[in-house]
């Protein structure tokens, strides 16, 4: 069969101003371009669970409105399997629909058709609910067999000892300036907003360290010098797993960026070891800096137990030449437009090197959409397009949602601002500089 991997590329946000702040901040020019320009893992992971004797390829179709991209598709194909993130679903549904149309089977999964599967179903010939690898062979032998059923779901946890090599070869390598590994999924904070791979299988799992570098190693067949994202939810929720993770990247000579919790700071010698190791940088979520993080966590409230040492922990982990991109949630249930104040004295005074600011956002299918559609909170509840962590579709409880959006716009302009970031990036050298200076004066 010919089957083609289909992946709506690029980032979004659909306020015209959140927009404009977004794209034309110095901070977030150089990010959004970064970030633009990432893989679908998801795909190419299951195109290397397919067998040899299919033709296949991975596509991105860069934007399902533009009239020219919608006449010309990609193909001709037997089968599309098109990957889904909330907020460009009703993309990936006019693109199935135009497939499905032509007589192609349309095959659709991913993070969004797990959590809202019967609206998926309506726009495909078969929707896979969950983890795609334990159950796409027996998918393809269906459609090979014409015995396709319209559900699959994968309800056991997929051991990543089996995972397959994802096809990187697939790709043209020029189009990106990093390219994704996981390293594990789930995270073992569950978050109230949080949507990601926690959803497709709450267990957390993480995959053999011998498996990571083999990927590795076939990325640097097709670019010798990679850039890598590890694509997890938490890299060093099992500590262990994290120090030989570390162990055997050092020898590998990569630089690296990863997600993971502020606890990093207390383990000294795994800092030692990410630095050693190429960690550029790491994204935590802060959230707030405040006693606001209450309730934001639904175990145990841990997450909020961690601010009073939030200034001491990013120092100690920049001080190992890694970079902390601070993440924090706006419109938190306790925010007011003073709590905006606090959160730019906090992000003035951090030394943060990149600074990530978020709207709270209820995806569909997590604990904040349930308790806030309960509350009567949400604006347009299906207006998944608007899930992106940048447009507000809720009521806050303690301001306007015009308060909320006016003040995130003017945090954002602080924040982003030419000078700010100029002045957070010499920070951090400065402190770089120092530190040799001292290494060598003792
Ligand atoms: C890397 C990444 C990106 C990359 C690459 C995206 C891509 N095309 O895959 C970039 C930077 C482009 C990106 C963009 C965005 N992202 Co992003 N991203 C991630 C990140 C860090 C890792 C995702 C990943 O690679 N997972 C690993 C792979 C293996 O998992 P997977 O894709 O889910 O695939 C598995 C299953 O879902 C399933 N599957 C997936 N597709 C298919 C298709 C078929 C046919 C089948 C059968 C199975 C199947 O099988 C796979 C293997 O089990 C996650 C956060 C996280 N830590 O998980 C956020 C995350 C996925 N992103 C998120 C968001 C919000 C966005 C943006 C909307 C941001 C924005 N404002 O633009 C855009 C939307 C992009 C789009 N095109 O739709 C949210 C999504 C929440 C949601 N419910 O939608 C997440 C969870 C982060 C968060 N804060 O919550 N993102």
């Not at 399997?81 to 991913?110: E, H, N, P």
């Not at 992106?388 to 601002?417: C, H, N, W």
Request: charged share 25%.
């Amino acid at each position: 069969m010919k089957i083609g991997f289909l992946a709506l590329s690029g980032v979004r946000v659909m306020d015209a101003e959140l927009l404009k702040i977004g794209v034309n901040l110095p901070g977030f020019v150089e990010r959004s371009k970064v970030i633009a320009s990432l893989p679908s893992l998801g795909l190419l992971t299951l195109a290397g669970l397919t067998p040899a004797n299919h033709d296949i390829s991975y596509v991105e179709v860069p934007d399902i409105n533009d009239p020219a991209i919608i006449a010309n598709l990609p193909g001709p194909f037997d089968v599309v399997a098109i990957s889904s993130f909330t907020a460009m679903i009703k993309d990936a549904y006019v693109l199935a629909d135009r497939y499905r149309a032509a007589g192609t089977c349309v095959i659709l999964g991913g993070l969004h058709v797990t959590l809202c599967p019967d609206e998926a179903a309506l726009h495909a010939d078969a929707i896979v609910i969950g983890e795609g690898e334990p159950v796409w062979p027996a998918l393809l032998r269906d459609l090979e067999t014409r015995t396709i059923k319209p559900r699959y779901q994968s309800l056991q946890p997929y051991d990543l000892a089996d995972a397959p090599m994802p096809r990187f070869d697939l790709l043209d390598v020029n189009r990106y300036n990093r390219l994704t590994i996981q390293t594990s999924r789930g995270c073992p904070w569950n978050c109230e907003p949080r949507a990601p791979s926690i959803r497709l299988n709450p267990k957390y799992r993480t995959k053999p360290v011998a498996k990571v570098i083999a990927e590795l190693h076939r990325i640097k067949e097709i670019w010798p010098t990679p850039f890598i994202e590890f694509a997890d939810d938490n890299t060093f929720a099992d500590r262990r797993h994290g120090h030989t993770l570390m162990d055997a990247l050092i020898a590998e000579k990569v630089r690296w960026f990863t997600e993971t919790d502020i606890s990093v700071a207390q383990d000294e010698v795994l800092l030692q070891k990410m630095e050693k190791a190429g960690c550029a940088q790491v994204l935590i979520g802060l959230e707030d800096p405040g006693s606001a993080t209450e309730g934001i966590e639904l175990k145990g409230n841990w997450k909020a137990h961690q601010h009073t040492h939030y200034l001491e922990s990013i120092r100690r982990i920049q001080d190992h030449g890694i970079t902390v991109n601070g993440c924090f949630v706006l419109g938190l249930d306790q925010h007011t437009p003073e709590s905006f104040d606090r959160i730019w004295d906090f992000i003035n005074t951090s030394q943060l090197y990149e600074v990530q600011l978020t709207v709270l956002t209820p995806f569909p299918g997590t604990p904040l959409y349930t308790r806030l559609a309960h509350e009567g909170r949400l604006i347009e509840p299906t207006a998944w397009e608007k899930r992106t962590l940048f447009d507000i579709t809720f009521q806050p409880r303690s301001m306007t949602a015009e308060a909320l959006r006016q003040s995130m716009i003017d945090l954002a302009g602080k924040v982003y601002s030419a000078d700010f970031t100029e002045h957070r990036r010499r920070q951090f050298v400065r402190r770089k500089i120092e530190l040799r200076n001292n290494t060598h004066a003792a």
